[in-house]
């Protein structure tokens, strides 16, 4: 990439190092040093082992599972930068926690996405960069710039591949009625037609499949989420595409793997061949799945970054 005047420099906190290694790679950088440590009783410690005074600095962290201690370290080492000098920092979040609490569902109910970006501003980040918000919404939460950058291209070229000349086969389904918009910018990239499954959730991580919106029998089906949680959403739709719909097979993809709870055992044992995920969320050991297919997301985070520290336009990454 070509440096200006500006140093640039890439920091990692804990929650997924491995892909803050990737991106500082396909960048040609170091990766910044630093300490993210736990006291014995909870509290975080950063400490920065560099110089970032005028710098250009982004800090990788995803804050998934356990969400408040990766939040922390989040904004504790963005508060040591801010500290420290640094000419401009950006919070870099492959998967943005606490965006399913996006607005009042009932009484008396907290906004908490827009808690936590009034954290993440005030704890010092001049710049947000995040992919596939669950509300696109929430970058209107921020006083300052949001880049959401979009995982379907990665996603499309995946099945694009998969599917070849057989797109007469293939339809793209939205396991719920909030997932219609992003099943149908899926269908255009794929040039296939879509379904929808309508179902009535009767309470938190509990639904029940009602019935099925357009033809899918003798379909092979992709079923497309933006984050897969506890999988019965999924798992759900899966079941009703084959039994109610008479579908031929069933595949899946999103975003984010959250994957809590019962989320492996449901997918093992459900009529899911496979399911494609992006890597913003690093996957342990024991949530690996022969059904798992994980595709990288630093080639898409490191070309955004250059482009933000080169002052460029990331928008063109969204077509």
Known sequence: MNFHGKDIKIFSANSHPLLSAH???????????????TFSDGEISVSINESVRGSDVFVVQSTCDPVNNNLMELLI?????KRASAARITAVIPY???????RKAKARDPISAKLVADLITTAGADRVLTMDLHASQIQGFFNIPVDNLVGAPILANY??????????????VSPDLGSVTRARNFAARL???????????????VSEVMNIIGD????????LDDMIDTAGTLCNAASAVMEK?????VVAT?????????ALERIQNSVIENIVLLDTIPLPPEKRSDKLTILPIAPVFSEAIERIYENKPVSIMFK
């Open 159 to 172: 099945f694009r591949d998969l599917i070849g000349d057989r797109k007469d086969e293939y339809i793209i």
């Open 245 to 249: 719909g008479g579908a031929q097979n």
């Open 23 to 37: 991106i500082s790679e396909r960048l040609g950088l170091p990766l910044g040093r630093s300490e993210v440590k």
């Open 191 to 205: 040039d296939c037609p879509i379904a929808i499954v309508d179902k009535r959730r009767q309470r938190a991580n």
């Open 77 to 81: 080492m963005m508060d040591a930068f």
């Open 216 to 223: 899918v029998r003798g379909k092979r089906v992709i079923l």
């Open 254 to 262: 999103a975003t984010h793997g959250v994957l809590s709870g019962p």
């Open 96 to 102: 943005f926690g606490y965006a399913r609490q996006d």
